[in-house]
């Protein structure tokens, strides 16, 4: 039953990223002209499309990785290299969303990093650029101890949830800002909604929703990744499945009763 409900979460959870970035590509395609990478009004276009698709969309599934019962049996380093490559991905896609705003800022010679969307999107990008290298270096590379893995894990989880918390923050203030300057001349104002300010701010509500169901399935305990040797209910069938072999395991189940050996 817990199972059920976390792939009904994970196929929801699909549907509304892509959402997210569909009603992006839209409203930029169809209000705002398209897309161009020539220094114009539409290479800004680029640069909600893939925030949203990075910094939501792709930091959100990589955040996840680790909620997936197949990462709770075998090796673990498979699943790291999975985490940090859809968090590398989610970078490379956020830093060319910046090339195109800054490229566009400085071709139309509009200052940069004025507005408080601007200053918390930088610092997000810059707390998203520190986590990957501190997790690559920390949890990827053997170098590291066991005991500096355990007081840096807390840290690296906190920051994961506060960076993307940080991301939807940053992609609703930057929807709210280009509504402002778009629908500013305009026979329709923005006070007046308009039905691209009605379809922009429905993408923002993707994308808080988006946001929402991350974080829920983030901290459900019943879906954390258990500790080393021990299994939980729903692990547990999966080492029990038709054709394995069994043998001893500690078991915790969720309901909360003492651990013991289990065959």
Known sequence: MVSGRFYLSCLLLGSLGSMCILFTIYWMQYW??????NGSIYMFNWHPVLM?????????????VYRLPQSWVGPKLPWKLLHAALHLMAFVLTVVGLVAVFTF?????????????SWLGITTVF?????????????????????LRSLLKPIHVFFGAAILSLSIASVISGINEKLFFSLKNTTRPYHSLPSEAVFANSTGMLVVAFGLLVLYILLASSWKRPEPGI??????????RPGSRPFPVTYVSVTGR???KSW
């Open 231 to 240: 299994l939980t209910d729903r692990q547990l069938l999966l080492q029990l």
């Open 258 to 260: 003492q651990p013991y």
């Open 105 to 117: 800022h400085n071709h139309g010679r509009t200052a940069n990093l004025y507005s408080l969307h």
């Open 127 to 147: 707390l998203f650029a520190c986590q990957w290298f501190l997790g690559f270096a920390v949890f990827l590379l053997p170098w590291a101890s066991m005991w």
């Open 52 to 64: 949203v698709a990075g910094m939501v969309v792709f930091y959100g599934g990589a955040s996840l």
């Open 32 to 37: 705002r002209g398209g897309f161009a990478w």
